[in-house]
């Protein structure tokens, strides 16, 4: 089974800098996924990692440590479009995604 | 079209009723899955398929089933709807199973079972 966590609800200044933070208990592993979820809307692919370090892309960077089971998702320059659910998903040694019950992030102006 | 496409957009349904939800991609992805998101549990895997022709159970299968007899399209069928069915549901696809191979989402199915 898996087993991931992820805080329920973070809220941040617009302009400032938010981290998600995920860990994880999975049986095998085959890479760690960051979606966006807007209200009412479908999640869309922000990022991937399946080694060890930083993935940056845009104001959007995401880190991994396998031995930890550790991967957070870092927003810069924080805008009020960036209000959304943001969902940890990690690939299992079945290469089925199993996801986080998500993050919701509220930017106040 | 171009993308993944579901239907019906919602849907309020009498248990005990039979339905089949509609899922249609044009990618030719050869993996396809099928979500339930329930508040507070995140997405949950319901089957999938890694390819025409297969399909397999994900973590909650239990009163659905699924069909892939092409590539392109994967209904999801409640045979006998219960109220604990009442969810959004998401198809998705990707181009393989593995790999950095991202999944794809469909816009959702609500579904309100009464």
């Known amino acids: 089974g898996q087993n991931i966590d992820q805080p329920t609800e973070m809220t941040a200044t617009e302009g400032a800098i938010v981290q998600i933070n995920c860990t994880y208990q999975t049986s095998g592993f085959n890479g760690l996924f960051w979606y966006q979820q807007h209200a009412g809307e479908a999640p869309t692919f922000l990022s991937y990692n399946v080694l060890d370090g930083l993935e940056e892309k845009g104001r959007f960077s995401s880190f991994l440590s396998r031995s930890k089971g550790y991967s957070y998702l870092l927003l810069k320059e924080l805008q009020m479009k960036d209000s959304a659910s943001y969902l940890c998903a990690v690939r299992g040694g079945d290469y089925k995604l199993s996801f986080g019950a998500g993050t919701t992030v509220t930017v106040r102006a | ?114």
């Not at chain 2, 508040?39 to 949950?44: D, P, Q």
């Not at chain 2, 909650?60 to 219960?82: C, E, H, I, K, M």
């Open chain 2, 1 to 114: 079209i171009a993308g993944i496409t579901q239907a019906p957009t919602s849907q309020i349904l009498a248990a005990g009723r039979r339905m089949t939800l509609r899922c249609t991609q044009d990618m030719r992805h050869n993996a396809m899955y099928w979500y339930r998101q329930d508040l507070g549990l995140g997405l949950r895997l319901i089957h999938y398929s890694n390819t025409a022709g297969t399909t397999g159970k994900g973590e909650v299968p239990d009163g659905y089933s699924v069909s892939r007899a092409n590539t392109d399209d994967f209904p999801l069928t409640l045979a006998s709807a219960v109220p604990s069915q009442t969810s959004v549901y998401f198809c998705a696809s990707s181009e393989t199973s593995g790999g950095s191979d991202e999944q794809f989402f469909g816009p959702g199915t609500r579904l309100t079972v009464l």
